[in-house]
């Protein structure tokens, strides 16, 4: 069998003899939730466990990205518990 090989014209997948293959780039909920909570982290210096739970599997599936999720999370549960210029800053 021959090795796969990366070829210069198709920069993102990987030709296997037949067909070029394509990693999936999206990332896994944990990595992604990773994420979502170093946006919180900027913001507010705390971590998104420190707070009210969000629906982050459901931000994730809708394919939102870490910043837009945190911005939900703020919309849909915490807006009423902190001020809206601290997280809008």
């Not at 296997?16 to 909570?37: E, M, S």
């Not at 990205?65 to 807006?79: I, Q, R, V």
Request: net charge negative.
């Amino acid at each position: 069998m021959k090795t796969p090989q990366v070829k210069p014209d198709w920069p993102t997948g990987i030709y296997n003899g037949r067909t070029v293959i394509v990693p999936d780039k999206t990332p896994t909920f944990d990595a992604w939730l990773k994420q979502c909570d170093k946006v919180v982290m900027g913001k507010l210096g705390l971590s998104l466990h420190d707070l009210a739970d969000a629906d982050w599997r459901g931000y994730y599936e809708d394919e939102l990205s870490p910043s837009d999720a945190c911005d939900c999370a703020f919309d849909d549960m915490w807006s009423d518990d902190m001020p809206h210029d601290l997280w809008r800053s």
